[in-house]
């Protein structure tokens, strides 16, 4: 090694002395800017790890001065949003509907809860966003078998309907073929009544031989006309919404075989708040409330 750099005499910078075939390698210095730079970085990677937790330790790791954590701040989040939850909760057991409605920020808590806790506990039978099948109540209608109040929802929930609870809602559609209360003649009759009452075709004589038989076998739960009783939670025959069906097939099967819809009882499984908030969702969310 000499202390004397050679200089490359095209550009002036200095050698390195390495050289293969006549080719000399240059030894040209690192920008200052990139030096600079480099220097910013270590120093501010020595502030952070003294600042910021950083440092891997045999049990956890180097906490930093200013002690900072994303952990302790979600967990601080979560404990207010629970705070806030509680308040709200606790405000819906028992709340009217109407002092719900008044309350904007109230309303709003229920109907999300309401709506979460119906995907999860309701669609299954009810269908998405509550809009039935056969045997399973639309809910966003404003037709109600058993009452569409929010006290009236309410209760449903709570209790269910034909559910192993002693205050379930019940009322009992007869198998009257299979019990050989009627004859097939005559549920055939009264199949061309149901049809003629909810303005479908229908033949006249067997209609006429019907109304009879309905006015001895039906109207007890069904009411004079037919338009139903909500104390039994026998559905009105006289419209074109039908629980099962309106057909002369469908409307046959459930006389010969009568029905039993099973709607569990919520109260084991829910809170009240929770069971509240479903039913504010149903009442003014979905829309079909009364
Ligand atoms: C296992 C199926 C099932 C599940 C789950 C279910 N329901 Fe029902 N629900 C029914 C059936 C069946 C009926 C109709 C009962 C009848 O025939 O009168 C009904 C009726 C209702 C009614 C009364 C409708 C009316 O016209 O009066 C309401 C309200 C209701 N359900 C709300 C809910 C809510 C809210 C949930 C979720 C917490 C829910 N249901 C979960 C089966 C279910
Ligand atoms: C003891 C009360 C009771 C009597 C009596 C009764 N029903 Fe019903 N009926 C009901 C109930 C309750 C339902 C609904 C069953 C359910 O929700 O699962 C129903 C449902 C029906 C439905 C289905 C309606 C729909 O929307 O799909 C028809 C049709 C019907 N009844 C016809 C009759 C006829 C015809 C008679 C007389 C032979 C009769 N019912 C007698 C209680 C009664």
Aim: hydrophobic share 35%; with cysteine; net charge negative.
């Amino acid at each position: 090694m000499s202390d004397s750099k050679n200089i490359d005499e095209h550009t002036g910078t200095a050698t390195t002395s390495h050289e293969w075939d006549e080719i000399e390698e240059l030894d040209t210095p690192m920008p200052k800017w990139w030096i600079g730079i480099f220097y910013i970085c270590i120093a501010w990677a020595v502030g952070y790890a003294i600042l910021m937790p950083a440092i891997p330790l045999l049990n956890g790791y180097s906490k930093g001065v200013f002690g900072f954590s994303d952990r302790a701040r979600v967990a601080v989040a979560v404990e207010k949003m629970h705070a806030e939850r509680l308040v709200n909760s606790e405000k819906l057991v028992g709340a009217s509907i109407g002092t719900i409605q008044n309350d904007s920020d109230l309303l709003r808590f229920a109907t999300e809860q309401g709506k979460a806790l119906f995907g999860d506990n309701c669609e299954t039978c009810h269908g998405r966003r509550g809009q039935g099948v056969p045997g399973y109540p639309n809910l966003n209608d404003d037709i109600w078998i058993w009452g569409g109040s929010f006290d009236d929802i309410k209760q449903t929930i709570n209790y269910g309907i034909r559910a192993e609870h002693d205050e379930t809602r019940f009322g009992s559609m007869a198998a009257f073929g299979r019990y050989e209360l009627l004859e097939p003649g005559q549920i055939d009759d009264l199949v061309q009544h149901v049809l003629r009452i909810s303005g479908q075709q229908s033949d006249a004589a067997a209609a006429a031989r019907g109304a009879n038989l309905f006015a001895e076998n039906c109207t007890s739960c069904h009411g004079d006309t037919g338009k139903g009783t909500r104390e039994n939670g026998a559905p009105n025959l006289t419209d074109t919404d039908w629980l099962y069906g309106g057909t002369a097939a469908i409307i046959r099967e459930t006389i010969f075989n009568g029905r039993e819809g099973l709607m569990p009882n919520w109260d084991t499984r829910l809170s009240a708040s929770q069971i509240a908030a479903i039913s504010v969702y149903v009442h003014s969310d979905l829309g079909g409330g009364e």
